[in-house]
């Protein structure tokens, strides 16, 4: 009897106690989740009726992982599943969600192959076939290097007498994606090099001033039909020519860009706009350095409305750090707004992730990658504090050599502490993804907790406009047109249709 009553005090002990394990664990995990990027948001019903539809698909896809691993294709290299996510209802669902902004994109970079196969065939286009491959717009062969010999484009075409094969070959040269990643990429310096030779090979094409406008005119079009309302476009601002041979300096492209944007606004007012960040080469003097910052006031000044700030670009290890134009960049710093590219590394302790304190230092507005934040937790806490945005870019990390597995990306850590983070697509037509929605979908599925629903894309939209470079006016401009977009998304969505 006595032993009984023992073992039922144990009994009930042991239930109570491990009752409130439970409540304990539970608390743990709500709160924790309280925490993360969006975590705290509430939905109204009708968002949550979406939200459930999206969650039950979401569940489906990751449950099927979990399960099969050797199916999870997610973990594989981004060429290998780009065309089969498109089949994904996530993915359907996040190609019609409003997405806000596009803040870290680069000029020749949005559009893809078949947009550029498409400028092949306008009049006046040459084509040199030497040990690289030149192209340029003229009204008579050009007097360029070359090789081999240069013919027009439309007779090369024509002599080739087999005009699919011709496009074919000529198309390999305006992407990055291949049947053989593994093969072909087997570390950053071979992913890199096809990356430059990318803008290399396409930069003379597009810097023909007509194609030039048209080219920024239609990524316009495409942000847009991608539901996306604002962008902030990067450039280099190559010197733009005329048929003719007429060169003119990088501040007339500057003036193109803001040609185009009010073209495009006019014609489509439910447009935010863009505006330009200068971003040419780190890989540079100080003098040429001087002269970069000195051309950025000068963009200032003539068209402040368009224009954003100064970064510096290129592959961050083997370009030069910031740290080595700090006295330029420091006197500047009072004229010119940062949004510098910084960490977007694999290293730890080197000048890389280092620019990232650099970067801070000389207060940058937003930071282009941020990959290495992580290693720093005091450059961590001044982010936190000074609110400077993150631009990921999932995609182009993965395309460009810096992780595999996107379930092991930073940013799964940055959602869960909810930092400042803005998702873009760095250069979507380079690796042919659909501008923002592979970015999107790769975070949301892959990256982000299996549980972050609508609250964690909602903020993510919302964040991309808080940490533009739209004055205040203009800001409450965007988050109105957002929010009429975003509820006509949630007002006519239709699970089934999906
Ligand atoms: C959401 O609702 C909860 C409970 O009503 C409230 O405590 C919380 O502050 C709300 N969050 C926001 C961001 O409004
Ligand atoms: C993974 O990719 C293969 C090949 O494209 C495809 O057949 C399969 O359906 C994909 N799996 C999932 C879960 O999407
Ligand atoms: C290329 O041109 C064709 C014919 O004008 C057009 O139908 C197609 O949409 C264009 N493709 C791109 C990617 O712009
Ligand atoms: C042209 O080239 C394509 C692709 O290489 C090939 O499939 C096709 O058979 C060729 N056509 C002719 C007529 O040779
Ligand atoms: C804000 O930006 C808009 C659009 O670029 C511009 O028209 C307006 O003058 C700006 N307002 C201020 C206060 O700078
Ligand atoms: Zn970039």
Redesign the pocket.
């Known amino acids: 009897m006595r032993e009984l009553l023992i073992l039922t005090a144990l009994f009930v002990y042991t239930t109570c106690d491990t009752k409130d394990y439970k409540n304990k664990r539970t608390k743990l995990i709500q709160d924790e989740f309280k925490l993360t990027l969006g975590g705290n948001v509430n939905l109204t019903d009708k968002e949550t009726a979406v939200n459930n539809c999206l969650m039950r698909y979401k569940i489906n896809e990751l449950d099927y992982g979990f399960e099969h691993p050797e199916y999870f294709n997610l973990s594989h290299h981004y060429f290998s599943f780009r065309e089969n996510i498109k089949k994904s209802k996530v993915y359907k669902i996040l190609k019609d969600m409003p997405k806000g902004a596009a803040l870290h994109v680069h000029d020749m970079g949005i559009?893809?192959p078949?947009?550029l196969?498409?400028i092949t065939?306008m009049d006046h286009l040459y084509v040199c076939f030497g040990s690289k491959l030149l192209l340029q717009f003229a009204h008579s062969q050009p007097d360029i290097a070359c090789t081999g010999k240069w013919q027009l484009m439309k007779e090369a075409r024509r002599l080739s007498n087999n005009v699919t094969k011709f496009d074919a070959d000529l198309r390999k040269h305006f992407t990055l994606v291949v049947d053989n990643p593994d093969v072909v990429y087997p570390s950053i310096t071979e992913a890199w090099k096809a990356f430059m030779n990318f803008f290399i090979t396409v930069a003379p094409m597009l810097s023909y001033r007509p194609v030039w406008e048209q080219y920024f005119y239609?990524a316009l079009k495409m942000f847009r039909e991608n539901n996306i309302l604002y962008v902030e476009v990067r450039s280099i601002l190559p010197n733009l020519y005329e048929l003719d041979g007429t060169v003119y300096a990088p501040l007339i492209t500057a003036m193109a860009y803001k040609k185009t944007i009010k073209r495009f606004v006019e014609d489509y007012p439910d447009f935010v706009g863009a505006k330009l960040i200068y971003a040419p080469s780190r890989k540079v003097d100080t003098k040429t350095v001087n002269e970069y910052l000195a051309l950025a006031k000068l963009i200032k000044r003539d068209m402040p409305d368009y224009f954003a700030g100064f970064d510096l670009v290129g592959q961050e290890d083997i370009g030069n750090p910031l740290v080595d134009f700090v006295p330029e960049l420091l006197a500047a710093s009072k004229e010119l707004n940062y949004f510098f590219h910084a960490g977007e590394t694999d290293w730890y302790g080197c000048q890389t992730d280092e620019n990232l304190v650099d970067a801070i230092l000389l207060g940058t507005k937003r930071i282009g990658h941020a990959y290495a934040l992580l290693k720093h937790p005091l450059l961590l806490r001044d982010v936190v504090h000074n609110d400077i945005g993150l631009e990921i870019n999932v995609v182009s990390n993965t395309v460009l050599s810096l992780v595999r597995d996107v379930r092991n990306h930073p940013l799964s850590m940055f959602l869960a502490l909810d930092l400042p983070v803005v998702l873009s697509s760095d250069d979507p037509g380079v690796w042919e993804a659909d501008v923002m929605t592979d970015d999107y979908y790769l975070a949301f599925v892959a990256v982000a907790s299996k549980v972050s629903d609508l609250r964690m894309l909602k903020t993510l939209a919302l964040n991309s406009l808080k940490y533009s470079a739209l004055n205040e006016t203009s800001r409450v401009v965007a988050f109105e047109k957002f929010n009429n977009k975003w509820n006509e998304f949630i007002n006519n969505f239709d699970c089934s249709k999906y």
Do not use: A, I
Request: hydrophobic share 25%; aromatic share 24%.
């Open positions: 559009l893809g078949d947009y196969m498409n065939y239609d």
